[in-house]
């Protein structure tokens, strides 16, 4: 267990549905990330918060919208997703941006 | 451009073999670089870390190799276990940037 967990673990859903993965973390740390692991390709960077903001945006679509309300929880709201956004969705956080970052389980994301 | 590549792309060896797995990189200027393991289903979890000076790293049977001149480094697993079949990602972070770059992993299948 790396103090950052993630749910849900497993979630389809249709293109028309809003969803919405959360992460949580139990370390203190002040830096949270979202990122997409796609079959065979590198960890793609989405978000970065520090300090609950906003810090990075690698220029994601719009239907993907994160939230962090506080430094220990993450969100990242779907809607009218496309099946090529299937993948695993890893969060992770670390003490601020310059130190190493732990990784949660990830969310395994089908979009049908 | 900032690229980490990894080779093999997927390897299968014998339960009990050695093996070794390579990372080249053109990130610069460079921080750190840090070998992670990522079990089927699970986020990525830390093996090594190495800054600029430091060449070989261990941890239990995994040892990390750096060659900062050459911009290559390798992880070399010894006497092999089923439980070491996962992907291995390579790395690297810019100096100053407080960005990470990815490698797209090696696929080790560890057969009894």
């Known amino acids: 267990e790396t103090g950052v967990t993630q749910t849900p673990r497993h979630l389809v859903m249709g293109m028309t549905n809003k969803k919405s993965l959360k992460c949580e973390q139990h370390l203190g740390h002040n830096a949270m990330y979202w990122y997409k692991q796609s079959a065979k390709k590198p960890l793609e960077l989405m978000f970065v918060?520090?300090?609950?903001?906003?810090?990075e945006n690698n220029s994601v679509p719009s239907r993907f919208s994160p939230e962090c309300p506080n430094s220990s929880h993450l969100f990242l709201h779907l809607h009218t997703l496309q099946p090529e956004d299937s993948a695993l969705y890893l969060c992770a956080s670390s003490r601020d941006r310059t130190y190493e970052q732990y990784f949660g389980p990830g969310t395994r994301l089908t979009v049908t | 451009k900032n690229q980490v590549e990894q080779s093999p792309q997927s390897l299968i060896i014998l339960e009990g073999k050695n093996c070794t797995l390579q990372c080249n990189y053109t990130v610069s200027p460079f921080s750190n670089l840090r070998w992670y393991k990522q079990d089927t289903g699970r986020g990525p979890v830390s093996l090594t870390i190495?800054?600029?000076?430091?060449n070989t790293k261990s941890n239990g049977r995994y040892t990390a190799t750096l060659d900062a001149d050459t911009k290559q480094s390798s992880l070399h697993i010894t006497a092999s276990q089923l439980s070491d079949s996962a992907s291995y990602i390579c790395?690297?972070?810019?100096?100053?940037?407080?960005?990470?770059?990815f490698g797209q992993g090696t696929r080790l299948t560890i057969n009894p």
């Open positions: 190495m800054t600029f000076s430091e």
């Open positions: 790395v690297v972070s810019r100096q100053g940037a407080q960005k990470l770059v």
């Open positions: 918060y520090s300090l609950e903001e906003r810090v």
